[in-house]
């Protein structure tokens, strides 16, 4: 089940700091990544469109892959349901992403040659820090991607594809 944008994320009469939030939850088999970076653009949309933060290009499609590559993996390795949830602050985007596997996921180097396995590096690249949290019945996934960081026009994760395919 995903509840509309609207009703989860704070207006413009919340309060000043208050982080935004959103939330999904997905049954077992209704998961899908395409859903999710939907999810992610109306939400950094909702924040512009109430004045809450300006999201560069290059920090919305850093964002969006490791949103894509997070939900993908819940898919993939884990029965069952799954989750994903967002919070920006004027300072972070912090994206979760919650499945019934408790496996703990780990990046594997980078392989040109190798089809797939590609995702846990790819969040990793593109954020400032992954956490993994597992519990008695799955595990949470935590990208934190530092908004502040890329306000100064440094590129926010670095580009994540020259780094898997080296010249």
Not at 2 to 11: E, F, M
Not at 30 to 57: C, E, W
Not at 128 to 151: E, I, M, P
Request: hydrophobic share 40%.
């Amino acid at each position: 089940m995903v509840t509309p944008l609207r009703k989860q994320t704070a207006d413009e009469e919340d309060g000043d700091g208050a982080p935004l939030r959103y939330g999904a939850i997905w049954g077992d088999g209704a998961a899908r990544a395409a859903d999710a970076r939907q999810a992610l653009r109306a939400f950094l949309g909702h924040a512009r469109r109430i004045g809450r933060a300006v999201v560069p290009n290059t920090f919305a499609v850093d964002a969006e892959l490791a949103t894509s590559e997070m939900v993908t993996n819940a898919i993939l390795h884990a029965p069952g349901p799954c989750g994903m949830t967002l919070e920006l602050t004027d300072d972070e985007l912090t994206i979760t992403v919650w499945d019934s596997s408790t496996e703990k996921p780990a990046p594997k180097k980078a392989d040109p040659r190798r089809i797939g396995g590609h995702g846990m590096h790819l969040v990793h690249t593109v954020s400032d820090k992954v956490v993994v949290a597992l519990r008695a019945t799955g595990k949470l996934v935590t990208a934190h991607l530092s908004l502040a960081r890329n306000q100064n026009g440094t590129a926010f994760g670095g580009p994540a594809f020259p780094a898997l395919f080296p010249g």
